[in-house]
């Protein structure tokens, strides 16, 4: 079973390095063997792919034809919001009706989706059907490892990242503001744009009433020394850290955030900044991409990167992995591997930098290439580049709830903080609720007595 105060060890995870993302659970069923023949072998399989939505899916989307042309396979894409995902997993689970072969896998949802058995380990596949498209050395073992459970590996990750804080350069400079070091100068900068510059949206970041919101919200508390549990498992909520920096989040997000504050999405959060509405926002580096990518975004160019630290002198740190899954009841556990290995080519991970201009692909080949630093220099993304290498080796899960429990302890939390930021309650009844709440689903779980 599930050993999670394990996880409590965890400290730093370096991408371009060896990372040690360590999570412990009940594992599954053994692979099929692997067919005769080559990719065709499998021509005439349809494969089914559900999938969140973010930019990480991009390259899937652009490139799936070159998949299909290879093998013969033909993949149904459903792109949904990370809670809207997760629920057609569940369904589709627990029925046991195999309707999907692949699934996008949130490192922070791996734990319950394992001990459930709805994935399918991978290790057999790598040791005994491993196309040439699929070169293991290439992906950052941190990264590899985040996908690890009693080890065996449950997704090939197409995802790592860590947390940043986005600004704009023009505002800052026509204001006389200097780059956000700390909470409390992020605070002082919305001031000074809510009354300078009106028409704009002075700070966005998540703040809907989903487990997508938690990593804004323990992100954030990180820089004022709050976590959520404690090493045995016992909830923290309502911690004077915890209302300290859930107090200013609140403040950030009530009296400065845009009008949605209390019900916005990551990708809505990230359109604000985008379309040039924003001034600031707080979210994962993987933003960096979309921001400053012409096609997609008003601002690119216009963008400066910090990664600030709260009153505890830690830094407001996210963490994020996601890949690819195998389900278990998939008739097509096979084709799906194949496709898994497709993904994460050195072919498809370099388009992704340079049509897609991606720049964080989690793929050392293409990191370390020459193709990759002729880009980042082509488009003037030098500084972003040494922001995101700094905070990829800050990226911490000290702060990060490890439990099967996970979806009912993110949503617990972001309903408190959403209802705070909507103004129904205040942070400390927020909290108070958060806490009290928290307590039974431990106990109910059977964490703590």
Not at 328 to 357: C, G, P, Y
Request: aromatic share 10%.
């Amino acid at each position: 079973m599930m050993k999670l105060k394990d996880h409590r060890w965890i400290s730093r995870l370096s991408v371009l390095v060896t990372g040690t993302l360590l999570l412990t659970a009940c594992a599954g069923g053994a692979a099929e063997e692997a067919p005769a023949g080559g990719r065709e072998s499998f021509e005439g399989t349809n494969l089914r792919v559900l999938l969140k939505e973010g930019y990480e899916i991009e390259a899937i989307q652009e490139f799936k034809g070159e998949f299909e042309e290879a093998t013969g396979i033909t993949v149904d894409l459903e792109v949904y919001d990370e809670p809207t995902a997760r629920q057609k997993l569940v369904l589709d689970a627990t029925s046991g009706t195999g309707t999907y072969d692949i699934t996008s896998s949130s490192f922070w949802n791996l734990p319950e989706f394992v001990s459930a058995g709805w994935l399918q380990p991978l290790d057999e596949y790598v040791a005994q059907a491993k196309d040439d498209w699929l070169v293991m050395e290439d992906i950052p073992q941190g990264a590899i490892e985040s996908m690890t459970i009693d080890d065996q590996l449950y997704a090939l990750p197409h995802t790592i990242i860590g947390g940043m804080f986005f600004y704009r350069k023009d505002v800052f400079d026509e204001l006389g503001l200097q780059p956000p070091q700390t909470t409390e100068e992020i605070l002082a900068a919305a001031k000074v744009i809510k009354e300078e510059r009106p028409e704009l949206i002075p700070f966005t970041a998540r703040g809907a009433s989903n487990f997508a919101s938690l990593g804004t919200e323990l992100g954030w508390a990180y820089g004022y020394g709050a976590e959520l549990f404690d090493e045995n498992g016992n909830p923290q909520a309502n911690t004077p850290e915890m209302e300290e920096a859930m107090t200013d989040f609140v403040t950030l997000m009530q009296e400065y955030g845009p009008g949605d504050a209390a019900t916005q999405t990551f990708t809505q959060a990230g359109e604000k900044f985008s379309s040039g509405s924003a001034a600031m926002m707080f979210d994962t580096s993987g933003f960096g991409t979309i921001f400053e990518d012409p096609t997609q975004s008003s601002v690119a160019g216009k963008v400066g990167y910090t990664l600030p630290t709260g009153p505890s002198g830690d830094h407001l740190q996210w963490l994020y992995n996601e890949g690819l899954a195998i389900t278990a009841d998939s008739k097509n556990k096979n084709a799906a591997w194949l496709f898994l290995q497709w993904r994460m080519s050195r072919d498809i991970t370099t388009k992704e930098v340079t049509e897609l201009h991606r720049t964080d692909v989690p793929n050392l080949h293409v990191l370390e290439s020459e193709t990759y630093r002729d880009f980042m220099a082509e488009q003037g993304l030098e500084e972003f580049s040494g922001v995101l290498q700094d905070s990829w080796e800050m990226t911490t899960a000290e702060h990060w709830p490890f439990y099967p429990e996970f979806t009912a302890i993110g949503d617990t939390f972001a309903k408190e903080i959403s209802a705070a930021i909507a103004g129904s309650k205040s942070v400390p009844d927020a909290l108070e609720t958060a806490q009290n709440e928290l307590t039974q689903i431990m106990t109910d779980a059977g964490h703590i007595q």
